[in-house]
Antibody, heavy 119, light 108 residues
Framework: EVQLVESGGGLVQPRGSLRLSCAAS????????MNWVRQAPGKGLEWVAY????????YYADSVKGRVTISRDNAKNSLYLQMNSLRAEDTAVYYC????????????WGQGTMVTVSS | DIQMTQSPSTLSASVGDRVTITCRAS??????LAWYQQKPGKAPNLLIY???NLESGVPSRFSGSGSGTEFTLTISSLQPDDFATYYC??????????FGQGTKLEIK
């Protein structure tokens, strides 16, 4: 069974940092590209970051560029999102989602982890 | 960046109705378009990929069409489980991925 389980969310103060993790199982993690997508409370979906299967290609949304870093460890079947200089507008549920490649839909999503940025 | 515009934002319909949701891209995206269904408190679920391909396990009452800049998602006969929010997404490799703003499908 394919599983993506996010963790690491929580309450953080503005300008603080947080590291999200996504543990993958049930499929060949190293064969898939991965993404982070977020959803602010009551709002729509916003793509955040992409990493290719080998980590060769990495892309970020303009809204987070320079403040977040996506990475992966294929040996541990894990995906990460290091978030720095957090702002109130970063408050959202963060989902990890897999895709077969750059031109691929997101065919499986985790259940999400909530990040709240507030003093 | 490519902007995705969905219409309508809200749609009221009854069980058994045929409904169509439209998604327009601000520039051509070939067929690099997906449709997702999301229920409250849950992650999105892929319905259609590459504009018209039905994801495995998705009921055949869902269908997608279009290419270039205009796309549609059609549900041929609404079932109670279909009342949810639907998003389109473009995944053109030369642009950041973007989603439509969503269409909330409500029971009339």
């Amino acid at each position: 069974e394919v599983q993506l389980v996010e963790s690491g969310g929580g309450l953080v103060q503005p300008r603080g940092s947080l590291r999200l993790s996504c543990a993958a199982s049930g499929f060949s993690f190293s064969s898939y590209s991965m993404n982070w997508v977020r959803q602010a409370p009551g709002k729509g979906l916003e793509w955040v970051a992409y990493i290719s299967s080998s980590s060769y290609s990495i892309y970020y949304a303009d809204s987070v560029k320079g403040r977040v870093t996506i990475s992966r460890d294929n040996a541990k079947n894990s995906l990460y999102l290091q978030m720095n200089s957090l702002r109130a507008e970063d408050t959202a549920v963060y989902y990890c989602a897999r895709a077969y490649g750059r031109n691929s839909a997101f065919d499986f999503w985790g259940q999400g982890t909530m990040v709240t940025v507030s003093s | 960046d490519i902007q995705m515009t969905q219409s309508p934002s809200t749609l009221s319909a009854s069980v058994g109705d045929r409904v169509t949701i439209t998604c327009r891209a601000s520039q051509t995206i070939s067929s690099w378009l997906a449709w997702y269904q999301q229920k409250p408190g849950k992650a999105p679920n892929l319905l259609i990929y590459d504009a018209s391909n039905l994801e495995s396990g998705v009921p055949s009452r869902f269908s997608g069409s279009g290419s270039g800049t205009e796309f549609t998602l059609t549900i041929s006969s609404l079932q109670p489980d279909d009342f949810a929010t639907y998003y389109c997404q473009q995944y053109n490799s030369y642009s950041p991925y973007t989603f439509g703003q969503g269409t909330k499908l409500e029971i009339k």
